[in-house]
């Protein structure tokens, strides 16, 4: 059995405009854009807590106080929902949060990047090991989530987990980018890392994605930090300084990933998960035939 710490707490970075999706966007934050019946958020927090996390902690703006509102109860809600009998949603409205998860929020001030918004909840995470999700990023796994996986990765060897896989070499330029080795355990140790960098030269193909494992020497790192990419403080500039004291690996996750920050994602996500529902694949299926065979006709 492992000595090392849990890893309890998940940071989620929402505080972002989502301006490709206005005007939908202008009053319903983009996490709370919905694949089929829930938000983009919720099934980042279930993936969160099947890895056994419970602390969700929202990075946010004052003026998106809906998504914590997600996770609260709603007694009238649920009292129309009991006097008729509607007993499915009523579990369902229940059991967006589990009992022993706790949504704190922490309000980043300035849009300065992702590595700010993650040192924001500093306060909230202490020295502790932590993750990072970003919702925009949905992973669907038929095993354990990506999370579970990275948090058995840190428990076996105590090491930061950065999620990964293979991209177009041309689109480097939308991640960070890691050149990873394997290590004496057979474990992906990342060597470079660098911050969307051109194709000609990105270290690899393999682009950094929405999950992180990270030790607590991060939020020292990002104090220190200037502006980098993009004029914003860079949680890839942080994880590279990190690897000067600390192994970090690289884990190439099982499972399908959206991005649904994008309008394209979004669609894919909702037509795969769609697929995946007993009430509706048949009838989209044969929707999706017949759209097919109209567009190649």
Same mark, same amino acid.
């Given at each position: 059995?492992?000595?090392?710490?849990?890893?309890?707490?998940?940071?989620?970075? *929402?505080?972002?405009?989502?301006?490709?999706?206005?005007?939908?966007?202008?009053? *319903?934050?983009?996490?709370?854009?919905?694949?089929?019946?829930?938000?983009?958020?919720?099934?980042?927090?279930?993936?969160?807590?099947?890895?056994?996390?419970?602390?969700?902690?929202?990075?946010?703006?004052?003026?998106?106080?809906?998504?914590?509102?997600?996770?609260?109860?709603?007694?009238?809600?649920?009292?129309?929902?009991?006097?008729?009998?509607?007993?499915?949603?009523?579990?369902?409205?229940?059991?967006?949060?589990?009992?022993?998860?706790?949504?704190?929020?922490?309000?980043?001030?300035?849009?300065?990047?992702?590595?700010?918004?993650?040192? &924001?909840?500093?306060?909230?995470?202490?020295?502790?090991?932590?993750?990072?999700?970003?919702?925009?990023?949905?992973?669907?796994?038929?095993?354990?989530?990506?999370?579970?996986?990275?948090?058995?990765?840190?428990?076996?060897?105590? &090491?930061?987990?950065?999620?990964?896989?293979? *991209?177009?070499?041309?689109?480097?330029?939308?991640?960070?980018?890691?050149?990873?080795?394997?290590?004496?355990?057979?474990?992906?140790?990342?060597?470079?890392?660098?911050?969307?960098?051109?194709?000609?030269?990105?270290?690899?193909?393999?682009?950094?994605?929405?999950?992180?494992?990270?030790?607590?020497?991060?939020?020292?790192?990002?104090?220190?930090?200037?502006?980098?990419?993009?004029?914003?403080?860079?949680?890839?500039?942080?994880?590279?300084?990190?690897?000067?004291?600390?192994?970090?690996?690289?884990?190439?996750?099982?499972?399908?990933?959206?991005? &649904?920050?994008?309008?394209?994602?979004?669609?894919?996500?909702?037509?795969?998960?769609?697929?995946?529902?007993?009430?509706?694949?048949?009838?989209?299926?044969?929707?999706?035939?017949?759209?097919?065979?109209?567009?190649?006709?």
């Amino acid at each position: 059995m492992s000595s090392r710490p849990r890893i309890r707490k998940a940071v989620f970075p *929402v505080a972002g405009l989502g301006t490709r999706f206005l005007p939908a966007t202008k009053a *319903v934050p983009k996490e709370l854009l919905p694949v089929l019946d829930k938000p983009l958020i919720q099934y980042a927090v279930e993936e969160a807590c099947e890895a056994g996390i419970e602390t969700i902690i929202l990075v946010t703006r004052g003026d998106k106080e809906a998504i914590a509102r997600h996770f609260t109860h709603a007694p009238d809600l649920e009292a129309f929902l009991a006097e008729r009998n509607s007993h499915q949603p009523l579990e369902r409205v229940r059991g967006i949060l589990p009992g022993q998860v706790e949504v704190l929020e922490v309000t980043q001030e300035q849009p300065l990047g992702l590595g700010h918004a993650v040192l &924001c909840a500093r306060k909230l995470v202490g020295d502790e090991p932590f993750a990072v999700i970003l919702p925009d990023d949905m992973i669907r796994s038929q095993g354990a989530g990506a999370l579970r996986q990275m948090v058995d990765i840190y428990q076996e060897s105590g &090491c930061s987990v950065i999620g990964v896989e293979e *991209v177009p070499l041309e689109l480097t330029q939308r991640y960070g980018v890691a050149a990873v080795e394997p290590n004496h355990q057979g474990r992906m140790e990342i060597r470079t890392i660098v911050e969307k960098p051109r194709p000609e030269e990105a270290p690899s193909n393999l682009g950094v994605v929405g999950r992180y494992v990270l030790t607590g020497k991060i939020f020292e790192l990002l104090e220190g930090l200037g502006a980098g990419a993009g004029g914003e403080i860079q949680l890839t500039d942080a994880i590279a300084r990190l690897m000067e004291s600390q192994t970090v690996l690289a884990h190439p996750f099982q499972g399908e990933r959206f991005d &649904c920050g994008s309008r394209l994602g979004l669609v894919k996500a909702t037509i795969e998960y769609a697929l995946a529902d007993e009430e509706l694949a048949s009838d989209l299926a044969a929707f999706l035939r017949q759209r097919a065979g109209r567009l190649l006709a």
